[in-house]
């Protein structure tokens, strides 16, 4: 007796090849494989091989291959002064540049928050420096600042024969102000984001609950912005400690080493002179320690919001 | 029957449903007189600041097209002739003519409108100069690293979202820690890796660094975007009978539409810009422009006019992206900073 | 102690109304709903009293003082709104206080008044928790403590139960309208639920498309509704309006019966049709099932309830009107039946002006009907 069934009324899609249907764990690793695979190539080797150069002593202009030496490139970098000072350059900038990026893009935020004629318009326009190159952006600002034909000493504030020159006297905070022009605008989308998610109606009830404006703005505006306020703190922070393009193009790490980041320094240990090679591996991972140890702060920041 | 009066009152926002248009609500603090310059004030002080934000790059552009004695005047020339002079020293490789040359060269009847222009300077046009090789290079670097970025960062992205891959935490995890390297940790190893391979000063060996470095952006960026998508329509599909494959292409890709762009665009951004390894990685054949373009030197020091010239050259298609991609790079950037 | 007034309040947005001028006084203590649809303009009415909005017209008048162009934080008043408002990085004890802060009052003042609040909604175990671990009826708990914490003239509410789930929503109803009663409070509660407002109003404001309807006690818009809209939107369900031809005292309806109006009503009705149509609007409860009643038709449905039975029956093939009646009866599906219509709660309406239509006899007798039926409607 034939046992009919009825077919399900869904339209399956025309039959082209069904043979060469993939299962779900072959696309997994067909999927997955090129990026592991970049992964590996460019980011694990080069950390792992940097690790083992890291204590050996090597240049790489010269003939001889690595030659194992221990620990003794981290006890001469970290009883060198001048790496110390490039470490005191580096925290000192990143520490200008973040509280200047705060407090502009913060500033920016609250300007820009409420919707005015061309707001979005001015919001884009204000976005441009952050997408420029850093480097050649940089150089540019060379000229901004030179004491004769730049701009920045003839500003209305101050005599341009008695303007600070600052690629000379104060080359850092030169290069904190061309950063801090550069990415509060960052700063600004962040906080931007968070103000523009606090609901009217929080506001409307503070209104009605008899609070002033500067009351508005400690209770209700600046705890809503502060987890974003602080994203982009810890994110700008890294990426501080990191820095290399913007300094290079403004001073090359001048005068002297007043600007001499740790990646500065690293550059020239690996490229100039002596080409310490496996040096230079020591100090690249000194930094990245340091490096990790604040991405930690932000990390674990990061899930304590999620988690709220 | 019911009392049908029809009226196109506007509502509130207050009373809006879904898809109803919402109107901004007057309020009376808005209304009086005092309080209602709050808004014009912001205008005025916005458009100051933005201003004030874009002076350099304005400096750029008028920089890029001022003759090259007025590009380094002294006092800096607010009006100026313009002049071709900038994207002259920047296009071509000129020699500098001694008195007797000068004057026959003079003396041509057959110059082109640059060669005029480069007279004026006492100059002669030898031919291109690099600056041409260069931006192409990075053109087809930052184009080809996009391109592979965004397309092999979307098949992990979606794989990482649907499913409970081994250690997929560990790898993601790994994945954005790579962000926090700073470049000269992975030059070292990798000059050396290239230079072994012979990878170095090469397009591929460029093209496939950025897009490691872009990867680790696009996976995470993209991975969020997908974690939105309800799998249920997926779901619905494969119990149609369509592949997974095609359950993909057809209803994950159209509305991570906007994701893939956004992420596209950052990664064009950071490709087109980057220094450091262009810097570290090539010489003459793969050098992409930002290594170059700051030490544009002329005969007779800096020449900030070309220099300015290819500033400015370099930033337009950025700007351009920027305007044009607007609403992705903002959806973009919260979204990454916080989903990350 | 606090009275509300609106003369002529309009809201306009360019050329288009959100409100049209409107007239309403809120007597001291009174709990006046605001009712309509999405859109209507009750919630632009009442921001405009409560000064988060600006009018475009007329003037609003807080205890006899013209307020039109005070602030919100400057008229007394207590705005409880939807989402509940609550400041979601202070606790609760924090949020009832916030108003005393900002007015600067003393800290043990502040003290004495957040714990009667508190003891009188029963939240003390909350004190220290945030809003976003309270249930959605907590919150507005809360909310109401923030409000009520300043002694407000007047109390309005922007639809406060409209964000909760329907189990707490009854609970809450009954708590907003012993609260109200228990501060002798000026109320003005904004609603697009006709159950809530007819159950917690002492009058209420109907309104639909930027247009007050009627404004009445629960009683009057329910049994002498002043137009069409009104007579369809109160009421679960609504009135039932049929239209058909006027002539000689009956109403033709669908399926041809015909309806002889009720005499107190002909010579108001002869003098009235100018189309030669009229609208009969009556309540389920107001058809009484009769074997010689003047209304035919079939049974096409009949809904169960508890002590009665609700008939839907079918007029004409395309008309469908709810009949109540005992439960005595079996009644089949596609059986004919006649009934009758009381004539003390039938109502008529004029098809093109929607509005209702009065017989000839005095207001007061009018008023008399109305009560009676109270009674009626009891089940």
């Known amino acids: ?308 | 029957m019911t009392a049908s009066v029809s009226s196109t009152a506007q509502r509130s926002f207050a009373e809006t449903g879904p898809g109803t248009p919402v109107v901004e609500s007057v309020r009376v603090d808005q209304v009086t007189p005092g309080a209602r310059t709050g808004l014009t004030v912001r205008l005025i002080a916005a458009i100051v600041v933005a201003f004030i934000m874009l002076i350099p790059v304005i400096w750029i552009g008028m920089t890029a097209i001022k003759s090259r004695p007025d590009a380094t005047a002294v006092p800096p020339k607010v009006i100026f002739q313009p002049s071709w002079d900038g994207f002259i020293g920047l296009f071509t490789n000129r020699t500098q003519l001694s008195s007797g040359a000068l004057a026959t060269q003079k003396k041509r009847t057959d110059l082109s409108y640059w060669e005029k222009i480069a007279l004026i300077r006492g100059m002669r046009i030898l031919g291109p100069s690099k600056f041409v090789g260069q931006l192409r290079n990075s053109l087809i670097i930052s184009l080809a690293s996009t391109f592979l970025a965004v397309a092999l960062g979307l098949l992990s992205a979606y794989a990482f979202s649907r499913w409970d891959i081994k250690g997929k935490g560990d790898w993601l995890f790994f994945i954005l820690s790579t962000r926090m390297l700073p470049a000269v940790v992975v030059t070292i190893p990798i000059f050396l890796m290239y230079r072994a391979l012979g990878m170095y000063d090469t397009h591929i060996g460029m093209i496939l660094l950025y897009t490691a470095f872009n990867l680790s952006f696009s996976v995470w960026l993209l991975k969020g975007f997908i974690d939105e998508i309800p799998k249920e329509y997926e779901e619905a599909a494969l119990v149609d009978g369509y592949s997974r494959l095609q359950a993909f292409g057809k209803i994950v890709l159209p509305q991570a539409a906007t994701g893939i762009v956004a992420t596209a665009v950052f990664c064009l951004i950071f490709a087109w810009n980057e220094f450091a390894f262009s810097l570290m990685l090539t010489s003459a054949r793969a050098r992409t422009a930002p290594p170059s373009i700051a030490t544009i030197q002329g005969v007779g020091g800096i020449e900030w006019g070309s220099i300015a010239a290819g500033t400015l050259l370099f930033l337009i298609p950025v700007v351009i992206v920027t305007f044009a991609l607007r609403n992705y790079l903002l959806r973009g950037v919260t979204f990454g900073a916080i989903r990350q | 102690m606090a009275t509300i007034e609106l003369k002529q309040v309009e809201k306009k947005f360019g050329e288009n109304y959100a409100v049209r001028p409107v007239d309403l006084t809120v007597n001291d203590g009174e709990f006046v709903a605001l009712l309509g649809p999405s859109g209507c303009g009750k919630t632009t009415t009442l921001r405009m009293i409560s000064g988060l909005e600006a009018v475009t017209g007329g003037r609003i008048y807080l205890n006899g003082k013209d307020v039109t162009w005070l602030k919100a934080s400057e008229r007394d008043i207590a705005f409880v709104f939807q989402f509940f408002a609550l400041y979601p990085q202070m606790t609760v004890r924090q949020n009832i206080a916030f108003p005393l802060e900002s007015q600067g009052e003393k800290q043990d003042v502040i003290s004495k008044r957040v714990d009667e609040v508190v003891d009188m909604l029963r939240i003390r175990p909350m004190l220290k928790l945030k809003p976003h671990m309270l249930s959605g009826g907590d919150k507005q708990r809360v909310a109401l403590a923030r409000s009520l914490v300043r002694r407000p003239a007047c109390f309005l509410m922007d639809e406060p139960l409209g964000a909760l789930d329907a189990e707490f929503r009854e609970a809450m109803r009954a708590e907003i309208k012993r609260l109200h009663i228990a501060q002798h409070a000026t109320t003005v509660y904004v609603t697009h639920d006709q159950v809530e407002a007819m159950a917690m109003g002492d009058r209420i404001v109907v309104m639909s498309n930027a247009i007050v309807q009627q404004i009445g006690t629960p009683a009057e818009v329910y049994h002498d509704p002043a137009n069409l809209f009104v007579a369809n939107f109160i009421g679960s369900p609504g009135m039932q309006l049929v239209k058909g031809p006027y002539a000689d005292g009956a109403v033709q309806l669908p399926g041809g019966s015909l309806y002889p109006v009720p005499a107190a009503w002909r010579p108001s009705l002869d003098g009235a049709t100018g189309s030669g149509e009229l609208v009969i609007g009556f309540r389920a409860e107001a058809a009484d099932v009769a074997e010689d009643g003047p209304i035919a038709g079939r049974v096409f449905n009949t809904d169960l309830h508890g002590s009665y039975v609700v008939l839907h029956v079918d007029l004409a093939g395309d008309q469908l009107v709810q009949v109540r009646a005992r439960r005595d009866h079996e009644y089949g599906i596609g059986m004919p039946i006649r009934f009758d219509l009381n004539e003390t709660m039938v109502r008529f309406f004029d098809p093109k002006t929607e509005l209702a239509l009065s017989p000839a006899l005095p207001s007061r007798q009018q008023h008399g009907i109305s009560r009676a039926q109270d009674a009626e409607v009891s089940a």
């Open chain 1, 1 to 308: 007796m034939a046992i009919t069934t009825t077919v399900a009324a869904t339209q399956p899609p025309p039959p082209r090849a069904r043979r060469f249907e993939l299962g779900d764990s072959t696309i997994q690793k067909l999927f997955i494989l090129p990026t592991l695979v970049f992964l590996i190539v460019w980011n694990i080797f080069p950390l792992l091989y940097s690790l083992y150069l890291s204590f050996t002593k090597y240049s790489h202009s010269g003939k001889l291959p690595p030659i194992w030496i221990g620990t003794q490139n981290y006890a001469v970098l970290l009883s060198d002064p001048k790496v110390w000072h490039a470490f005191a350059v580096t925290g000192m900038y990143a520490l200008l540049s973040v509280s200047g990026q705060a407090l502009v893009g913060f500033g920016l935020a609250l300007l820009l928050r409420a919707k005015f004629k061309a707001s979005g318009l001015l919001t884009t326009l204000i976005l441009i420096p952050m997408m420029l190159s850093p480097v050649i952006v940089g150089v540019f600002w060379k000229l901004i600042f030179d004491p004769l034909m730049g701009i920045f000493s003839y500003l209305k504030f101050w005599d341009p024969a008695t303007a600070p020159i600052m690629l000379r006297d104060h080359a850092l905070l030169g290069v904190v102000i061309v950063d801090v022009w550069m990415w509060s605008p960052f700063v600004m989308l962040l906080c931007l984001s968070g103000l523009k998610a606090i609901p009217d109606y929080l506001y409307e009830a503070a209104l009605v609950d008899r609070a002033g404006p500067w009351r508005q703005f400690w209770k209700i505006t600046l705890p809503q912005v502060a987890p974003l306020l602080l994203l982009a703190v810890l994110f700008r922070t890294i990426e501080a400690l990191k820095a290399f393009d913007v300094v290079m193009g403004v001073t090359g790490g001048g005068p002297g080493n007043t600007t001499e980041m740790v990646s500065i320094q690293l550059y020239r240990l690996v490229f100039q002179g002596q080409a310490q090679t496996g040096r230079a591996s020591a100090l690249a991972y000194i930094m990245l320690i340091v490096i990790l140890a604040v991405s930690n702060v932000y990390v674990w920041y990061l899930n304590r919001i999620k988690e709220a």
